[in-house]
Structures are given as structure tokens and as C-alpha cells.
């Protein structure tokens, strides 16, 4: 296990140095970031200053050194609107996120399972065909038109549920969110079903081919010969053993998710982090945008590596030191 976790984190290292390289080299082709910083009264002489100041006019190479030496002592660069460290706008926003990622992707176990159960023992049932169509349509409707519809049927049409905005707030042991009132609830039902439309047709394919993939397995079979309960089979064997890629695919998933956020979060004007990438994009604000293309290639990382213990400990049979792991 120590084995694994070194290489994994000598991989994590090599990949995280790759996007950060990918990131900054993006910068220069993303438009002027003094077009916001400053009005049209500026002399050409003093953007020029501004330029040299801000290390704008730096060659290529001699910004990156900068920028990584800052970055490994946790100094990701500093928003040109924002005024402030760009990992503390991203971490100030992250809690909306994360609420968001949170709902959705307890959407996507409640339903999923059950359902991709269902269709695996009930194969040829009318409610198998409805759920399969289901999933067929979910994954052909993109995300943004999924939460339109949703926005209009739910508050525009029926009134039910507020449209936008994260609602109302409590801190908590210091952690400020919505899912500790009535209204903040409210206002993250919407987001999380539209955000969970993504994954959940998804997870109930795949939750069900591993279902029937598992109960045609030989030791199902014995368990049946044996003369076991009906639940027991389906339950503590087929169940048991179909979570495992489940959980290695969810856990890549849910990090996936996090960047999945932008057009949820714009539609419903969501105050998260994706939300915040896309003001950034469009007011040209390049330290927060590569902070924000580093932090979420980190969430990717930490996650992939974080599933990979996580099946190694749940299936014993998997040798994590194995050559080529």
C-alpha cells in the first residue's frame, strides 16, 4: 500500500505540473487584462507602467518560474479584480459548489441503485423499458437545457421553487451553507437535479449492466444451488460485488462534477465556483482563471487517487503494488 501511495503521488506530482504548464500557457490568448482594470482615460505610457509592474511584459519562462515558485508556498497569483490571493476567491466560493455537488450526487445514489437494480432483475418489465428510455433521453438532453426546463416548470410555471440565488444561510462550526435552512433547500433542489441529469442515466446503465453481469457469475449460482434466500443472493452477494466499479467510476465522477458546475450554476446564478470561472473568463482576470484550472485539476488528482485506495481496500483481491499499478 505505502508503495502505491508513492507512486501514485509522484504521478499526481508529474500530472499537476503538466496542467499548471498548460494553464499559464493560456494566459496570454485570453485578451487584456487592463481592459478592466482600467477606465479609457489611461495613457497608453501608463498601461505600459501598469504592464511592467503587474510582470505582464515578462518573457514566457520567467513568469512560470515565478508563478510555480509562488505556487508550491501557496501563493497562486492574485486577481486583478478581486484584489485578493485567487485561491481565497476560489475557497470562498467552493462551499456553494461543493452543496451542489453534494445534492446532486446523493441524487444520483438514491436513484441510480435502486433503479439499475430494478432493471437487472426485471429485465423484460414495462417499468425496465420506461427507465432504460429514460436514461437514453437523459444523456441526449444537455445539462443547461435540462435546467431551463426545469426553471420553467418549477418556478416559472408552477411557483414552487425560487429560480435562482443560493438562498439563505447559516454558519455552522464555520462552514456558511444553505443546507442548514428551509430556504436554502429550496434553492438548491433545482441546481441539484439539473446538475445530477448529467451522471444519473449514466449510473443507472451502469449499475445495471454489473448487476447482470454479476448474476450470471458462478458463485451467484451456488449461492442459489445452495438454497439461499432470494435477498440474500441479490442483496449480500450480487449487490456486494456490483458496487465495487461503481464506486471506483462514482468517485472520478464526482470530481468530474465539480467542473461539470459552470453551466449549472450559470443558469441558476449560483454564487459557486463555476460561476466565478466564467466572470473570470469574461473580464479577462488570468491569475483566477489559472488558479481555477490548477485547484479543479487538483480536485481530479486527489479523487482518482483517493477511489484507487478506497477499491483497494474495499476488494482485497486487488494488489495495489502489483508492476504497472
Known amino acids: 500500500m505505502f508503495t502505491f501511495l508513492v507512486k501514485r503521488l509522484y504521478q499526481a ?15 496570454d490568448n485570453l485578451g487584456d487584462p487592463l481592459r478592466e ?13 501598469l504592464r511592467d509592474q503587474l510582470g505582464l511584459n515578462d518573457p514566457f519562462l520567467v513568469k512560470y518560474k515565478r508563478f510555480l515558485g509562488n505556487a508550491v508556498q501557496g501563493d497562486w497569483g492574485r486577481s486583478f479584480i478581486f484584489k485578493k490571493p485567487a485561491l481565497e476567491v476560489i475557497l470562498a466560493k467552493l462551499p456553494a459548489t461543493l452543496e451542489l455537488v453534494f445534492g446532486a450526487t446523493l441524487i444520483i445514489v438514491l436513484v441510480s441503485i435502486p433503479l439499475g437494480v430494478y432493471s437487472a432483475i ?10 432504460m428510455g429514460f436514461s437514453i433521453i437523459g ?6 437545457l435540462t435546467a431551463i426546463l426545469l426553471m420553467y416548470v418549477f418556478s416559472v410555471q408552477l411557483g414552487w421553487l425560487p429560480s435562482y440565488g443560493r438562498g439563505e444561510t447559516l454558519n455552522l462550526l464555520g462552514w456558511e451553507s444553505g443546507l442548514f435552512t428551509l430556504d436554502g433547500l429550496k434553492h438548491l433542489l433545482l441546481p441539484s437535479v439539473a446538475l445530477s441529469s448529467i451522471m444519473l442515466p449514466l449510473f443507472i446503465r451502469l449499475v445495471r449492466s454489473e448487476m447482470l453481469e454479476v448474476l450470471s457469475a458462478e458463485y451467484v449460482k451456488f449461492a442459489w444451488a445452495k438454497g439461499l434466500y432470494k435477498n440474500q ?3 449480500r452477494h450480487a449487490l456486494k460485488n456490483t458496487m465495487l466499479p461503481v464506486i471506483t467510476v462514482g468517485g472520478v465522477q464526482v470530481g468530474t462534477m465539480v467542473a461539470y458546475t459552470i453551466l449549472t450554476e450559470t443558469v441558476f446564478q449560483w454564487p459557486g465556483t463555476g460561476f466565478l470561472f466564467l466572470e473570470a473568463i469574461n473580464r479577462v482576470d488570468t491569475p483566477l482563471i489559472t488558479a481555477y484550472v490548477i485547484f479543479v485539476g487538483l480536485i481530479f488528482v486527489v479523487t482518482n487517487t483517493l477511489v484507487d485506495l478506497l477499491y483497494g481496500l474495499i476488494n482485497p483481491t486487488v494488489n495495489l503494488t502489483a508492476k504497472g499499478a
Open 122 to 131: 426485471h429485465p423484460r418489465s414495462w417499468l425496465t423499458k420506461c427507465i
Open 13 to 27: 506530482v508529474i500530472v499537476m505540473f503538466v496542467i499548471s504548464l498548460v494553464a499559464f500557457s493560456i494566459q
Open 233 to 235: 443472493v441479490l442483496y
Open 37 to 49: 482594470m482600467v477606465g479609457q482615460g489611461v495613457s497608453e505610457a501608463q498601461r505600459e507602467a
Open 139 to 144: 444523456i441526449s438532453v444537455p445539462v443547461f
